[in-house]
Every structure is written in structure tokens, then in C-alpha cells.
């Protein structure tokens, strides 16, 4: 099997560190990983411009569904433009309509901002009540890869799923597994044809009761761990 590209998500400047130094092959810049992933800050994005791997940026401007009004759509195209002049290799972004499947519409203006970057539409894909039917309209509007967890809440949970999305994407476009994906769980991929793999490679650590108990944040916290990506890239390279 040719080489696996592990991609990392990560939120702050400490994550990003340790991902490249674990031997990520591309990033995905968010903010707020415990919201399933924000559009990162300006901040964020010029210091992973300087990262030396391809870095994708998420554009997702509020917790909750994939719904977007057209407010939305305004901030999503203006963080694209920023990503774009942060240096940003691509960017992450997905839209719904209400019924879960993808929202064309909303794609094609986003995908319009973001003409000549790399775009990977994210898992709102999950959502889809006709993944099959999804992944052709994915294709159909030109993005590189899907990450999606095969409409499980963990990857490694609907292998066969993910077998099938990659079977009828062939060479079209990549499939890339994320959610719950780690070397304990990676076995349970093993068997498929994997070009990409997305994880958070993260630890949990508490917060201080007083953070909490003000409402600044959750009792824990995602950090990424180095060694952990060591170690997923490891298994990666053995499969």
C-alpha cells in the first residue's frame, strides 16, 4: 500500500507544534475543537502559514447544525478571503439544507470564494440521508476529498460504509476516514485502501473547577499529543 497522509486537527499554536513535530502530514487549523471545530483566528492562521506541511483551514462560523443563513454565507466567504491571504493551502467547509442533504447552493458561492485553493467538505457528509447520492453531488462541485466517519459517530464503527464510499469514489475523489480514529482503533481500517487519515491524535486535561464553574469552558480539554501522532503515523506507515 502506497503511503498513508495522517491529517491532524488542532486548535491553538501548542497543537500545532505538536502535531508537525509527530510527523502530521497536513493540518487542519480550527478553533474550538470541542465544538466539533470553529473557524480559526487570523492569529492562528499566519503562524501555521509558516508550518511547512499543507494547512487546512475549517470555515464554520458558529457551533450547531450545517444550516447557514445567508449572514453566514457573508462571514464564510470573508474567512475564506482571509485564509487565502493568511497563506492557507486549503479550506474545510460543508453546508445542509434542512432535510440533511448537501446544500448545492451554498456549496458552489462557497467554493467560488475559495477558486484555486484545496477544498475538503467536511462531515456534514454524515448527515446525508443518501450518502451515495452525496458523494457524487461532492464531486460534481469539484472538491479534492470527503471527510466523513462513515455515518457512524466513530470511523472504525462502519468500515463497510466507508469500503463502499471508497469503491464508488475510485480515483475521483478521496475518501478520508476521521472520528475515533487512533492505533488501538486503526486495525479496524486496516483492509481498506486508505490514501488519507484524519484524527485529533488529543488527550483529555482538566480544567480548573474555577474555569469551569465560570463558564469559561468544559470541565477537560482536548490537547494534541505528540507522541500519540508518533505513534499513528507509525502504524499508518505499517498497514
Do not use: Y
Not at 480550527?30 to 487546512?56: D, E, I, K, N, Y
Amino acid at each position: 500500500m502506497a503511503d498513508i497522509l495522517l491529517e491532524v486537527c488542532v486548535d491553538d499554536s501548542a497543537g500545532l507544534g505538536a502535531a508537525l513535530r509527530g510527523g502530521a502530514g497536513r493540518i487542519e487549523l480550527c478553533s474550538a475543537l470541542a465544538l466539533g471545530g470553529l473557524t480559526p483566528s487570523a492569529g492562528l492562521m499566519q503562524a501555521a502559514a509558516f508550518a511547512g506541511r499543507p494547512v487546512m483551514a475549517m470555515i464554520r462560523p458558529r457551533a450547531g447544525n450545517f444550516i447557514w443563513s445567508s449572514e453566514d454565507l457573508r462571514l464564510m466567504r470573508a474567512d475564506i478571503s482571509a485564509a487565502r491571504a493568511a497563506g492557507m493551502t486549503g479550506v474545510v467547509l460543508g453546508a445542509s439544507r434542512p432535510d440533511g442533504r448537501l446544500d448545492e447552493w451554498m456549496l458552489s458561492a462557497l467554493i467560488a470564494e475559495a477558486e484555486g485553493m484545496d477544498i475538503t467538505l467536511h462531515r456534514c457528509f454524515d448527515l446525508t440521508p443518501d450518502k451515495a447520492a452525496a458523494l457524487e453531488t461532492a464531486i460534481d462541485l469539484g472538491f479534492s476529498r470527503i471527510l466523513t466517519s462513515g455515518g457512524a459517530t466513530r470511523a472504525p464503527d462502519a468500515a463497510e460504509t466507508l469500503a463502499t464510499l471508497i469503491a464508488q469514489a475510485g480515483p475521483r475523489i478521496t475518501i478520508m476516514p476521521g472520528a475515533g480514529i487512533s492505533p488501538a482503533t486503526l486495525p479496524a481500517l486496516a483492509h481498506l485502501p486508505l490514501r488519507e487519515v484524519h484524527a485529533s491524535c488529543s488527550m483529555a486535561q482538566p480544567e480548573t473547577d474555577a474555569v469551569a464553574a465560570m463558564g469559561f469552558g468544559p470541565p477537560e480539554r482536548r490537547i494534541t499529543d505528540e507522541t500519540t501522532v508518533r505513534a499513528l503515523c507509525a502504524a499508518l506507515a505499517r498497514l
